[in-house]
Structures are given as C-alpha cells and as structure tokens.
C-alpha cells in the first residue's frame, strides 16, 4: 500500500506521525532490577515501604528518656542498626549509631559533637538536645511514593532509589532490534582501501553510535550497492528480523535511487516530503508491520534525523521536541524561507550562538567544529541578533 498524498508536511506533522505510529512498536517483559540499567519503564513504580522503616538516629550520639536530668550515666549496651533494642532503663543514656532504630521512650537525642562525657556519665545540656537529628519514619520516602514514573529512563541514580525500596524486578519496554544498512556503489568500508572516486561508509558509523544511547540491539547490515534486484530481495528478507531498518543514501526520488523505488512500490509510506533544512529527503514507511527510516546521504542531514525523528520514533520516553533543548541568544542576523524549519549549526561563546562559517551539508568537519544547533522555525523569515531561539547541544 502507498501513500498517495505526496505534498510536503512540516517537521510538527512529521513527529505527530511518529506519535501514532510509535504506540505500537514497544513490547513489555519484566526484568531483573540489575539488569535493568538505562532501561525504560513501562508503568509508574511505587515504593512497597517507608524509609525509614521506624524512627533511626541519623547520626552517631546518645539516646535517653528524661530531658530534666543533667547527668545520667552511660550504658555498657550499644544499640546498632539492624536490631530492635527492647530492654532498656529510663535510667541511662545509650550510645546509638547511625542508622540505628530509636527504642520506644528513649525519644531525647543528643549527636556525639554535641554531647558532654567523663565516659561514665553523659552531661545532659537542654540546648545541645537535637531531636532533628532523629529521621521519622518515612522521612526519606513514603509508602506509595513513585519513584519512577512510566516512561521514564532507569538511570543508576534510580536504580539506587529502586534498590533501596526493595525492588527486585521491574517492567520495562523490550529492546527494539534494529538493523543499520547504507547504498550506493561508491561507498567503500572503513578500513579497505579507497579509490579516489569512493568515499568511507562514514554515515553508518554515525547511526550506530547515536542509537547506543538508546535502549535497541544493532545489526551492521553491511553496503546495498545500486541494484533494484537486490535491494528487493534485501528487504523481503531482512525486515521480519528487526523491529526498524535505517538506510543512508539512496533516499531520493530521481531515477537512481532504487531504496526510495522500492519503498514508494512496496511500502505504505507515512511520509517522505518534511520542510526542513538540511535533512531532506528522507522516507518513513512501514512493510509487513515492520518500520523504515530511508535517510538521505549528507552526514549532517544524517544528523539532522537522527536528532529530531529517528530518535523520537524509538525513544518511548521522548516527549516534545524541545522538551530537552536550551534557550541560546543569537549573535548573528540572517534571512531564511519562511516555509521550513532550518537548524543552523553554531558555536556558542559568552552563551551567544554564532554560525560556523560552512556552509554545505555534506561538511562533517563543521558539525565536530560547532556546539550543536539552534533551530528556526516555519512562518519565521529572519533571524535577529540578540533574539532567543531554540538550541539543541550536540552530546559528547
């Protein structure tokens, strides 16, 4: 089935499409809490207890049960955390570690640095009494508390937090399984030898590293050279295998580019005409319930997608576009077509966005030169010095 609609749509368009279709591509199975670093939660996780669990000192001191006395002597008896500590005297202080549960009517506390001792005897001042310094149950967490909420990554900072809690196992969005593939009879594999006219399968490398941030499998799928026969075969075979296929080059719609032949023939295309600059032309389709990016050749354009449609698509926790882009200043004044979204590489100095001076989109050395890319939206026909506009950082 193909789409008929071939008229442009914008970048706000594009991701809604993305939107809809991404509802249906993630699959859910519990996992063990150790294994599940960098993994993507499926529903909200709630805290099973309180923490703490009973009133603990938090800090190392003495406890004891009369305010009014100024001297009471010390205990042999230490209480330590792990324990109930239950025969106890209202006629001693106790030394009590960290951690450590408060016994029932020994409430007045009193923190090694601010206490009076002969070692026998503990000088009781009413000013130095610090009751503060006892965590209440459930101080650091409530019962019932989410701790993480659906869709949000598992970082190690939560994973901590769920340990702590006594999460043993968690529900997570299966790994995607995506397979990498690039066209062109030119490409050559990086580290064989060149000839002049060929040029490094360099754009492969770029996809595979961006998408290992993300919680997917990747295959190298090697080179598609310019052959409708076995381009064909290429996909009819692969795509049961993944979840998603990326291709670089071979995207547009003149007569040699076969990838863009076979999908506009075999596939139901969501979209392949986006008003934005660079990054165009590529392609989404689906084929046998499986998914299709087809990105265009030029390394920034490559970018350009994987930034704001690849990784929307396969990121379950990815809100809006700009949920993680930064405010930035423009140091510079510009005109653009009104009618698309331009993302202008920049270097930032004294929080300002300047231009790199490059000006093709195929120059690779103008992105590892800029900082990342502040974005200008349609309807917007100039860019104005000392405007504020839209910044997305290149990560590191």
Do not use: W
Request: aromatic share 10%; charged share 25%; proline share 3%.
């Amino acid at each position: 089935r193909v789409c008929t609609n071939s008229s442009s749509i914008s970048l706000k368009k594009a991701l809604q499409l993305i939107d809809k279709e991404k509802k249906n591509l993630f699959k859910i199975s519990k996992i063990k809490l150790s294994k599940a670093l960098n993994k993507v939660v499926a529903e909200d996780i709630l805290s099973p207890i309180n923490l703490p669990s009973l009133d603990c000192a938090g800090l190392d001191g003495f406890v004891f049960n009369s305010s009014h006395k100024s001297k009471l002597p010390i205990s042999k008896k230490i209480i330590t955390p792990g324990k109930i500590f239950k025969n106890h005297s209202h006629n001693y202080a106790y030394r009590i570690n960290t951690g450590a549960i408060i016994p029932k009517n020994l409430s007045n506390f009193v923190s090694i640095e601010n206490s009076k001792t002969d070692n026998v005897s503990l000088f009781i001042s009413q000013s130095k009494i610090s009751n503060k310094d006892i965590k209440k149950k459930g101080e650091d967490l409530k019962k019932g508390k989410i701790l993480i909420r659906k869709n949000e990554k598992i970082n190690f900072l939560k994973l901590s937090l769920l340990a702590s809690a006594g999460i043993v196992n968690v529900k997570i969005f299966s790994s995607l399984k995506i397979g990498i593939v690039s066209n062109g009879d030119e490409l050559v594999k990086i580290g064989n030898i060149k000839k002049k006219e060929q040029v490094y399968d360099s754009n492969k490398l770029q996809i595979i590293n961006f998408l290992k941030k993300f919680n997917v499998s990747i295959k190298d799928l090697g080179i598609l050279k310019d052959n409708e026969k076995k381009i064909e075969n290429f996909y009819k075979k692969r795509i049961q295998k993944y979840d998603l296929i990326i291709s670089s080059g071979g995207s547009s719609f003149s007569s040699g580019d076969l990838i863009s032949k076979f999908l506009n023939k075999n596939t139901k295309t969501i979209f392949k005409y986006i008003r934005i600059q660079p990054g165009r032309p590529i392609i989404f389709s689906k084929y046998k319930q499986k998914y299709i990016f087809s990105l265009p050749g030029n390394p920034l354009a490559v970018l350009v997608n994987l930034i704001f449609l690849v990784s929307f698509f396969i990121n379950p926790s990815a809100g809006e576009m700009f949920s993680l882009s930064q405010k930035i200043k423009s140091g510079f004044n510009d005109t653009k077509n009104p009618n698309i979204t331009k993302f202008y590489r920049v270097i930032i100095k004294n929080n300002i966005a300047f231009p790199h001076n490059s000006k093709g989109s195929a120059k690779l050395i103008s992105v590892s030169e800029s900082d990342g890319l502040m974005v200008i939206n349609e309807n917007v026909k100039s860019i104005k010095k000392g405007n504020i506009y839209e910044f997305f950082k290149f990560e590191i």
